[in-house]
């Protein structure tokens, strides 16, 4: 059984930090599920109840257009290696964009990485860890420079061309606000 807590331990902040991969999930009352795969260095502790994470270009943009209708957030992370360990983080979350007045603050925890889109920032209201014993071993070789360099060869305008066809709306429909927030 799992044990719950109100805020992100000592223990659980060096976890995260020792982590290359995460997990998002969101959805609205009546969307699909997300589950989006996350990596490259972008995601960031403030304190024991808030976590932000920043956002790259990529092929949809579900998590943003969830968020902005229903702000439920759970994040995940996994021990690949050493002692087993899955963590949970639950909470509220909402999407800043380039033209928000928290993106300034908030973009200089980050080195910011070609193709950043959003930061999701999350208030972290159950901390859950459980056993983990069933994730298989699995070893980090290195992260894919694939993402990072498609976004340098786009440019900013390229990228924002990207965005106008593929990033506006989610497989359900949702207004993601990409475009009217970012450029």
């Known amino acids: 059984m799992g044990q719950q807590y109100t805020e992100i331990s000592e223990r659980n902040i060096q976890f995260i930090n020792e982590q290359k991969i995460y997990f998002v999930g969101t959805a609205t009352e009546d969307s699909r599920v997300n589950i989006s795969p996350k990596g490259m260095d972008s995601f960031k502790v403030l304190n024991s109840n808030r976590v932000i994470w920043l956002n790259v270009t990529g092929s949809g943009n579900e998590t943003s257009a969830h968020i902005q209708k229903n702000d439920r957030m759970t994040i995940m992370f996994l021990?690949?290696?050493?002692?087993?360990?899955?963590?949970?983080?639950?909470?509220?979350?909402?999407?800043?964009?380039?033209?928000?007045?928290?993106?300034?603050?908030?973009s200089t925890h980050f080195e910011l990485l070609p193709g950043a889109r959003q930061i999701f920032d999350l208030s972290v209201d159950l901390v859950q860890n459980s056993c983990g014993q069933s994730v298989p071993f699995y070893s980090y070789n290195e992260d894919r420079e694939q993402l990072k360099d498609w976004a340098v060869k786009q440019g900013q305008d390229g990228i924002e061309k990207f965005w106008e066809k593929k990033n506006q709306k989610s497989l359900d429909g949702l207004v993601t606000n990409i475009v009217e927030k970012n450029t």
């Open 79 to 106: 021990a690949f290696d050493g002692s087993p360990n899955i963590l949970r983080l639950y909470g509220k979350a909402k999407v800043i964009h380039k033209n928000d007045s928290e993106w300034e603050k908030l």
